[in-house]
């Protein structure tokens, strides 16, 4: 069965810097247009960074300049680098593939057990 695992969550003061990473596992042969998405207490899960079709990464404004997604494809790992945090991204931080090829079969909409941040100091 396939998954998405999130690590590198944690407390973290206003201004600091987080690595999230998300992995994949399982006999993974491809996986595709991945996303960061995040869901604050009381809010509903919005999306914070994701691949489009062409390759090409785009952010929510409110992350521009501060936020990084990359990825290492040679081993299914997707991390979102977090810089100069302010309190207002604390949130569980969930990983998203739209698909992934693993073991000859296909499963969509994909997504990891999330992560916590806070930001506070």
């Known amino acids: 069965q396939v998954q998405l695992v999130e690590s590198g969550g944690g407390l973290v003061q206003p201004g600091g810097s987080l690595r999230l990473s998300c992995a994949a596992s399982?006999?993974?042969?491809?996986?595709?247009?991945v996303g960061w998405y995040r869901q604050a207490p009381g809010k509903e899960r919005t999306l914070v960074a994701r691949e489009t079709i062409s390759g090409i990464t785009v952010y929510v404004d409110p992350v521009k300049g501060r936020f990084t997604m990359s990825r290492v494809s040679a081993n299914n790992t997707v991390f979102l680098q977090m810089n100069n945090l302010k309190p207002e991204d604390t949130a569980v931080y969930y990983c998203?593939?739209?698909?992934?090829?693993?073991?000859?079969?296909?499963?969509?909409?994909?997504w990891g057990q999330g992560t916590l941040v806070t930001v506070s100091s």
């Open positions: 998203h593939a739209d698909s992934i090829v693993a073991g000859g079969r296909m499963s969509f909409d994909v």
């Open positions: 399982g006999n993974i042969f491809s996986m595709n247009v």
